[in-house]
């Protein structure tokens, strides 16, 4: 099972005569400043309708993620071979510290988060 870790990073509000119309705008704003970049990678998007009836509106979601068991292979790559080289004995993965494992995974989801925020900041100037 592929499991992901995300965070938002971005959120932009559309407004429109409809919520038709708010969201095509969201989805065009969507295609043309993030899927159609070759920057941006593992984003996944969530569309919230806006809760004021008299104004329509769509609330965009950006959510950068990163993919688990990836990250997971390699936090036990390096943990097997610190493990050789300064130990020299068996490896027991059954009293594994994840701890660091969590926080290689929220370092490269700050990473990320930052660097997609700024470049969507230089593609749309908000």
Known sequence: MRQKYSQE?????FN???V???YLKACKWYATNVISADEFEGVQVEFEKGQNKEFPSVIIHL???VDENKLKKEHCEVCHEAHRLFYMNDINCQN???AGYQNRSKSVLDVKKQ????KLK???GS
Do not use: I, L, P
Request: hydrophobic share 30%; with cysteine; charged share 40%.
């Open 9 to 13: 990073f971005y959120r932009k509000e």
């Open 16 to 18: 429109g005569e409809t």
């Open 20 to 22: 038709k119309d708010a």
């Open 63 to 65: 959510f950068v993620a």
């Open 96 to 98: 594994c510290n994840v």
């Open 115 to 118: 660097f997609y925020r700024e």
């Open 122 to 124: 230089q593609r749309c």
